[in-house]
T-cell receptor, first 117, second 115 residues
């Protein structure tokens, strides 16, 4: 069973460009989470999605950031008009169940390192 | 809101010895999960161990075990027989039971295992 896949692993963008980060959850997992890690910091929650639904986006900036998890295909985290402060590692995690029982463990992808020039 | 505190930024241990990493948390929830994740230089986040708050027995995974003190809101990780491959950042994380299953992480601790 392949793990959580993220691509690209490294992404360089100039200020004002768009960044698209992709995440394919583990097979059988329908819950996807995005986290951001700034240098020397822990991971900070951004958004939680299930297929075609955003469950919790309380950690995502109101502007320029959006996320989706379509019925078919990977989850996408999109950052429009990137700024230098968006430079960070973005991690995706998936789990087979949400937080109300079952296996709630989140398994992480390798992350995407975004650098904004 | 939940908070997770890892007050030790760095620790060092001799290979084959035992080390304990501290973590405290603050919550008003009675049912929740606690995790330790490891992040080696490759930056991959790897699950080390998980504890359900309703279980009194401390979780154990091979050389890794936890000391879970619910009343004190403490969740420390003990690594026995430390190996060079244990060198990494270790993050403690909290998840409340229920529909919103996001993880709240501490700032992490850098563990170095000396040969």
């Amino acid at each position: 069973n392949a793990g959580v896949m993220q691509n690209p692993r490294h992404l360089v963008r100039r200020r004002g460009q768009e960044a698209r980060l992709r995440c394919s959850p583990m097979k059988g997992h329908s819950h996807v989470y995005w986290y951001r890690q700034l240098p020397e910091e822990g991971l900070k929650f951004m958004v939680y999605l299930q297929k075609e639904n955003i469950i919790d986006e309380s950690g995502m900036p109101k502007e320029r950031f959006s996320a989706e998890f379509p019925k078919e295909g990977p989850s996408i985290l999109r950052i429009q008009q990137v700024v230098r402060g968006d430079s960070a590692a973005y991690f995706c995690a998936s789990s087979p169940a949400g937080g109300a029982g079952g296996d709630v463990t989140q398994y992480f992808g390798p992350g995407t390192r975004l650098t904004v020039l | 809101a939940q908070t997770v505190t890892q007050s030790q930024p760095e620790m060092s241990v001799q290979e084959a010895e035992t080390v304990t990493l501290s973590c405290t948390y603050d919550t008003s929830e009675s049912n929740y999960y606690l995790f330790w994740y490891k992040q080696p230089p490759s930056r991959q986040m790897i699950l080390v161990i998980r504890q359900e708050a309703y279980k009194q027995q401390n979780a154990t995974e091979n050389r890794f075990s936890v000391n879970f003190q619910k009343a004190a809101k403490s969740f420390s990780l003990k690594i026995s027989d430390s190996q060079l491959g244990d060198t990494a950042m270790y993050f403690c994380a909290f998840m409340k039971f229920g529909a919103n299953s996001k993880l709240t992480f501490g700032k992490g601790i850098t563990l170095s295992v000396r040969p």
